[in-house]
């Protein structure tokens, strides 16, 4: 039955991510025998990560073999599969960033991750060099921007490319939560773009949830918010979410009720207004809420870092083994054990979402086996949807990802024209010399000068 | 040779607009004969208008029948082509609309039109009445927004529709003049939407124009607009319209350089903003500069009343028997009388331009004959061109239409969040509750109200 796999994590110094996917690989036994090479830049987080996974492995009695590379290239060699989860320069470029960016006037910084340079520039690197090395490999996209980078990488690539994130479920998971719904029994569709997805169906036991949801607002919602102590990622049953649904006719699903799309602006104007709309602390994106999730992954990563150190620890029992729910084994399992399955994935559009242009990555469920991902063709979304989420997103990311195709920063200088926030052009052009010129970001402002 | 027409003006009792119109129709032989239908809800402007009409064919000697109608009904009957001028409720309610916005914090209001619900719904009504009555004529949509009203109109009935527009050829003129060339020997194309066109090719005897544009920029543009004093209409060479080729890497044509598209905003924020991209008056669209517009109007129409109460005035000497280079009467020649010609015309996309919707108005060159209007195939804009001004352009029309077509304004409040003056959520739901609300949009608010 089993038939192994070789794996490359690109970015697999983030320990808490490559522990997990290790741990769904050894529950995964149509793929033991497999190789998994871990790639980083940060030898000393490499090395802890590749240690913690033998052990791992080796507790469960699995046969996957581990190995480690500074080297892209190395850990491309013979894969079969490409996971890039990486974050180019971690979250301490990207908060170095923001806060440059909030210092021009912007609160919170821009959306989605500010210049987006880094991440565009690597993706693509990354997806460039599969394609020389290992150019029948699947390549998944695990780290954001999701949709700028599968848009991204399938237009300037021939990579199998599919975007993976973990938002939808949560977001399910808390609605059956607080409407007292068996989680298993909810089935939903909620296509989109990365992080503005909409439920457009959402059924329990066969019949419609939106009518079980309009009696939960018109006659608990207010009370529930009264003693409300949402956690930072608690966003899907918020005032904000619920407003939403108001506005846009549609339940916003996970990530998407963050409304973290650049023009959603009204929810985010200041804390004042994050609180109104996401709770005391603000929500996820908060300067409260951000907070409290990089605290969280630094404390994930102490444990790990403690158990690392102590020979003795059981990492099954910090760690139990237990599948994680995320979609990336099953996926890899799918594709390479033709075991089908049905999932949501992120990829080039060609007609699966109707009125969404071909070239731009959407996020819909597909089916998926030995011969591909396959999306299912969904009807166009609704227009308060469209003209009011999907069409602005497209636009946002199309001046983005212009700039960076063209290195004309007159793309970038529009995108910044169109944020609600910037008060003169004055202020758009400070803002773009600004980020241009901030230290550290150099590689970028050479990638603009270079322009021919 | 001649073959007369029946013709029906819709909103005819702007004396400016029909004396105009039938200056150029005595002017061309090949429509000998025809019969003009007056139609104006204003009897008393419809009087003078129509004597000012038989009087000045009878001084030119043209055989041309004028009959005048309050009914649009009778105005339709037998029709083959109809002209709509109407502005619902005339330039006092505009105003008055526009003085409402204004207090809510929208220096200047909203374009296009502030709510533009009555427009639409006397140009939709316009259509329908044809569609019933004279259905083989073409309607020619003079009055504004015709980028909306042709895009209303061509979706919801099945009138052959064209939008004309003076604009483009002002502006060559106008640029012409400054740059020492001869009008006559300028060829262009301007694609794009109403008021929203671009030269995306300029010729001067062969040549192309853009170096010697890039010329007097470097060179003389300084110098010019030191000594400028711009009338209201000179806004072709404005430091705007240059800022706007350096921002978009085309040239904005016509009114496209009075960046009055809606997201523009950067040039519109007040009037000393407008004072530095137009000039001392502040363009076309200031307070000033659109009162000089409306005292022009007055003006005029003074003139010509005082001419209709004199018998013995000489209406040609007012007025002297030149063609006006409207292109109104050359295309109804062109598609009555089989004489082709090339225009430049608002109509359906239908695949005209490259990447924007089919189902969408633009303003194309097009060859017109007895077979119709047959758009020139145009490529695509450049990306700064779609991505910074067509394609928001589309937007708003879209939720403008939107909420008139569905009745439903959380299209229209969705229109004012992306408006970039728009401060809050509560900002944009009490501009729209005063809009709705204001005295004379009782019509409106009803049409909403009435939602299913």
């Known amino acids: 039955m089993s038939k192994p796999i070789r794996l490359a994590v690109i970015g697999a110094g ?3 991510f490559s522990l997990g996917l ?15 090479v871990l790639m980083d830049l940060d030898e000393q987080r490499l090395a802890t990560t590749t240690a913690l996974a033998r052990r791992y492995a080796g507790e469960l009695g699995k046969h996957l073999t581990f190995a480690k590379t500074t080297s892209r290239e190395t850990a491309l060699e013979g894969a079969g599969f490409v996971i890039n989860t990486a974050l180019a320069g971690g979250h301490r470029r990207e908060e170095a ?43 998944i996209q695990s780290s954001n921007p999701v949709y700028d980078g599968v848009t991204l990488i399938t237009r300037e690539t021939r990579v199998k490319t599919v975007g ?10 808390e609605i059956a939560k607080v409407l007292g719904l068996d989680y298993e029994e909810i089935t939903f569709e909620a296509p989109g773009v990365n ?24 006659e608990q919602s207010e009370d529930y918010w009264r003693h409300w102590t949402p956690k930072f990622h608690d966003t899907q049953m918020s005032p904000a979410a619920i407003h939403m649904y108001k506005l846009f006719g549609l339940l916003p699903l996970g990530d998407a009720s963050r409304a973290i799309w650049t023009d959603a602006w009204w929810y985010n104007q200041d804390l004042e207004s994050k609180r109104r709309w996401w709770g005391p602390e603000g929500g996820f994106d908060s300067e409260i809420g951000w907070q409290r999730y990089l605290d ?27 599948t994680s729910g995320e979609q990336i ?31 731009v990555a959407v996020e819909v469920r597909a089916v998926v086996d030995g011969r591909g ?6 009807p166009r979304l609704p227009d308060l949807v469209m003209l009011g989420a999907i069409w602005p997103q497209i636009l946002v990311m199309e001046r983005r990802l212009a700039a960076f195709k063209t290195r004309d920063p007159r793309f970038f200088l529009q995108y910044l024209l169109f944020e609600h926030r910037t008060r003169s052009l004055e202020h758009a052009e400070e803002t773009l010399a600004a980020i241009l010129h901030m230290p550290g970001n150099e590689r970028m402002l050479a990638h603009f000068e270079a322009r021919a």
């Open 14 to 16: 983030s320990a808490q």
């Open 22 to 36: 290790v741990r769904d690989l050894c529950l995964a036994d149509s793929l033991a025998g497999s190789t998994v």
């Open 97 to 139: 960033e923001r806060a440059l960016v909030q210092s021009c006037g912007y609160y919170r910084g821009l959306y989605p991750s500010e210049s987006g340079f880094y991440q565009y520039d690597l993706m693509l690197q990354v997806a460039r060099d599969i394609e020389r090395i290992c150019p029948d490999a699947w390549l």
């Open 164 to 173: 993976l994130c973990h938002g939808p479920f949560g977001g399910i998971r």
């Open 195 to 218: 992080h503005c997805v909409w439920l457009t169906s959402f059924r329990y036991r066969g019949e419609d949830v939106y009518p079980l949801l309009d009696r939960w607002i018109a």
């Open 296 to 322: 969280h992954l630094t404390e994930d990563l102490k444990a790990l870092a403690t158990a690392a150190a102590d020979p003795k620890a059981k990492l099954t029992e910090l760690f139990p083994p237990r």
């Open 329 to 359: 084994v099953p996926i890899i399992d799918a594709l390479h054990n033709d075991r089908r399955g049905n999932f949501i994935v992120n990829v080039r559009n060609d007609g699966a979402i109707d009125s969404i242009p071909d070239n």
């Open 373 to 378: 991902i396959r999306p299912l063709r969904t």
